[in-house]
């Protein structure tokens, strides 16, 4: 089970940390993503971090202003958003799937419930 926290409404530049929490799967073999949802729009790629940390990737929209940062200790992964803009308005979703990095949400396996998050001008 994924649970994610930490959304809210915040004005354009500012800062939001989003957490993801799991439970009942064996955390440390699964890679986690973050990917969100806009209405109308598909879901989409925002950032993954693997196995241990070591390997993050981001989409190309968020490099440099997203942050992704996993502790293994506490099963969480958090991402830290910030220089928010009205673009990354959206639900944000956590994902797992095991060993591999993906960035596709079709590959991953287990989703949280969502979060909003929403940025005003």
């Known amino acids: 089970q994924l649970v994610e926290s930490g959304g809210g409404r915040v004005q354009t530049g500012g800062s939001l940390r989003l957490f993801c929490s799991a439970s009942g799967l064996p955390f440390k073999l699964h890679v986690i993503g973050w990917f969100r949802q806009a209405p109308g729009k598909e879901r989409e790629f925002v950032s993954v971090v693997n196995w241990d940390g070591s390997g993050k990737y981001y989409a190309d929209s968020v490099r440099g202003r997203f942050t992704i940062t996993r502790n293994n200790a506490l099963n969480t992964v958090y991402i830290q958003m910030t220089d928010l803009k009205p673009e990354d308005t959206a639900v944000y979703y956590c994902?797992?799937?095991?060993?591999?990095?993906?960035?596709?949400?079709?590959?991953?396996?287990?989703w949280g419930q969502g979060t909003q998050v929403t940025v005003s001008s």
């Open positions: 994902g797992a799937r095991p060993y591999e990095v993906r960035t596709t949400p079709n590959e991953f396996h287990y």
